[in-house]
C-alpha cells in the first residue's frame, strides 16, 4: 500500500467504487 495515500481518501476511493458496482448492478436487475 502507498503510505502517501491517506485513509480517508483510500475508504472516498472504495466507497466510490462499491457505490458504482452497487448502482450498476441494481439497473442491470431493473432492466431484465
Avoid: P
Amino acid at each position: 500500500m502507498l503510505a502517501k495515500v491517506t485513509d480517508a481518501q483510500t475508504v472516498a476511493a472504495i466507497g466510490a467504487m462499491v457505490e458504482k458496482i452497487e448502482a450498476e448492478k441494481i439497473a442491470l436487475h431493473l432492466t431484465k
